[in-house]
C-alpha cells in the first residue's frame, strides 16, 4: 500500500505483518478546499486491500485540520464498519482541538463495536 | 496590558486563508496553546465558510477578518457580501440554532451522525459546530443589504502582560 502526500498533508502506511495490523499515520496539515477528493479513494484503497489485518488510524501528529477533513475520515470509518473491519483511532491527549474533534467519534462506536478511539 | 486588534482585507483565495492563519499564530505566540489553536481553528472555519458559500456575483470580491484579542475577550468577525441564496439562509439558520442550544457537543455529533448516514451529503458544513464545540466561542450574525458578518466571541480568563 502506498504512503500520500498531498500539500502539507502527508499519510504513511505501515503493515505490521507480526501484529496483522495496518497502521495510517497522519501527519502535518490538512486545509485543502476538498480534501475527500483525494483522501477517500486513497482511505477505501487501504480498506479493499487489508484483508484480515486490523487496522489503526494514527492521528497524534496531525498538526491541524479544517472541517474539510472530517467527512472523508467519517466514510473511511464508514466503510471499513461495512468490511467489518477492527479500528482503532489514536490522537493526542495533549492537543486540545484532537480532544474534542476525535473523542466524539464515540459516537460511531455505539453502532459500530469494532471501532476503538484512545488517547496517547 | 496587551490588547491586540488586527483588520485584514482578504483576497478570495484559498492559500490566503493559511497566510491568516500563521498570522494570528505569530501574534499569539506568547499566548497559551490552548488559545492560540482555537483562534487558529475560528478564523480558518469562518474564512472557509466566506470562500465557500459566497454566491458567483461576489466571488470576486474581498473577505474582511477582525480580530480584537484583550485580557478578557476574543472577537473575531469575518465580513462578507453576499446574496439571499439557499446557502445564505443556511447559514443563518445554523447560527440561530447554534445560539438556542446549550450543548454543543450534542450539535457537533448530530451533525457528525448526519455525515456517517448520508454518503452523499458533499457539503460537510461542521464548521461553524467545530468553532463552539471545540473552540469554545459564542457564534452571531449581523446582517445589512449587502453584507454579512459572522462573529466569533469568547470569554477568557488569560494574564496577559
Known amino acids: 500500500m502506498n504512503n500520500l502526500s498531498f500539500n502539507k498533508l502527508n499519510i504513511e502506511v505501515k503493515e505490521e505483518e507480526e501484529n496483522n495490523l495496518v497502521r495510517v499515520i497522519w501527519s502535518g496539515t490538512s486545509d485543502d478546499i476538498s480534501p475527500s477528493k483525494i483522501l477517500t479513494p486513497f482511505l477505501s484503497n487501504i480498506a479493499d486491500k487489508i484483508g484480515t489485518k486490523k487496522l489503526s488510524i494514527e492521528l497524534y501528529d496531525l498538526e491541524f485540520m479544517n472541517s474539510s477533513t472530517v467527512p472523508p475520515i467519517v466514510q473511511f470509518i464508514k466503510y471499513c464498519s461495512q468490511k467489518n473491519i477492527e479500528i482503532l483511532i489514536l490522537y493526542s491527549s495533549s492537543k486540545e482541538w484532537q480532544k474534542f474533534s476525535f473523542k466524539s467519534f464515540e459516537t460511531f462506536a455505539i453502532v459500530y463495536k469494532n471501532l476503538k478511539i484512545n488517547a496517547v | ?161
Not at chain 2, 499564530?25 to 470562500?51: W, Y
Not at chain 2, 473577505?63 to 443556511?90: A, C, G
Open chain 2, 1 to 161: 496590558m496587551r490588547k491586540t486588534f488586527l483588520q485584514i482585507e482578504m483576497e478570495p483565495t484559498w492559500a490566503a486563508i493559511s497566510n491568516i492563519r500563521e498570522t494570528l499564530g505569530e501574534i499569539l505566540s506568547s499566548s497559551s496553546v490552548s488559545i492560540r489553536n482555537s483562534v487558529q481553528i475560528t478564523a480558518t472555519e469562518l474564512l472557509e465558510n466566506a470562500m465557500k458559500y459566497r454566491s458567483s456575483k461576489t466571488k470576486n470580491e474581498n473577505i474582511k477578518l477582525e480580530f480584537n484579542f484583550n485580557h478578557e475577550t476574543i472577537d473575531i468577525k469575518v465580513s462578507n457580501n453576499f446574496e439571499r441564496d439557499d446557502d445564505f439562509q443556511r447559514l443563518i439558520a445554523t447560527v440561530h440554532k447554534i445560539k438556542h442550544e446549550s450543548n454543543p457537543k450534542a450539535l457537533y455529533e448530530e451533525r457528525l451522525k448526519e455525515i456517517y448516514d448520508n454518503d452523499e451529503d458533499k457539503q460537510n458544513r461542521l464548521g461553524l459546530f467545530r468553532i463552539i464545540h471545540e473552540c469554545g466561542f459564542d457564534l452571531n450574525c449581523l446582517q445589512d443589504d449587502s453584507q454579512i458578518s459572522v462573529i466569533a466571541n469568547k470569554r477568557i480568563k488569560e494574564k496577559l502582560d
